[in-house]
């Protein structure tokens, strides 16, 4: 069940979760699709294999080396990118997908599973993630607590252009924890 360990906090995402995801959304094929925390890049090609949307349109981000390695290596397979040239323009990244790429996605798609580079890195860059997010979205003067899905789902929203779409696998405590009662609000807005 653990794609590197139980201490990264990284899983992949079973096909028939992602087949259903996928199957909730309308995909068009000249969608702009990104997943921002993409692992193996399941939702990339599920986005690919239902809709048809081309290798151009969509983008793969990942802040660890293994899993961006995996979602190239399977794009390029698909794709049949056998020389570097063509493998290097496969638009998937190793970076923080927390930084700002735009908001103008068709789709924001993905499990924004984590890494335990996230904490570090997001303190290290804070003033990068901050330049698209909000680090206080109850607007009462003070940081709220540093939470990887507060700016997961920040990205998604900022991310998708209006009449964009998101759809995210999110913890159960997201829906029920008072923890995450500020994030559901910012939601609902």
């Known amino acids: 069940r653990s794609f590197q360990g139980t201490n990264l906090n990284q899983y992949m995402t079973e096909q028939c979760v992602i087949a259903f995801m996928v199957d909730l959304i309308d995909i068009k094929p000249s969608y702009k699709v990104l997943d921002f925390e993409c692992g193996s890049g399941g939702f990339l090609s599920a986005a690919i294999d239902k809709s048809g949307v081309p290798l151009e349109n969509i983008t793969g981000i990942d802040i660890d080396l293994l899993p961006y390695i995996i979602a190239k290596t399977y794009l390029a397979i698909y794709f049949k990118c056998y020389d570097k040239d063509r493998i290097d323009s ?47 979205l109850n607007l009462n003067r003070r940081p709220d607590s540093f939470s990887e899905y507060n700016f997961s789902i920040q990205q998604a929203i900022r991310s998708a252009k209006v009449s964009g779409k998101i759809c995210l696998i999110l913890p159960e405590g997201f829906f029920s924890n008072s923890q995450y009662e500020i994030l559901r609000k910012y939601v609902a807005r």
């Open 90 to 136: 496969i638009p998937v990244y190793c970076k923080n997908g927390l930084f700002y790429y735009g908001n103008d996605w068709d789709l924001v798609i993905g499990n924004p599973s984590g890494s335990d580079k996230y904490p570090n890195e997001e303190r290290k860059d804070i003033d990068k993630v901050l330049a698209n997010l909000e680090a206080d």
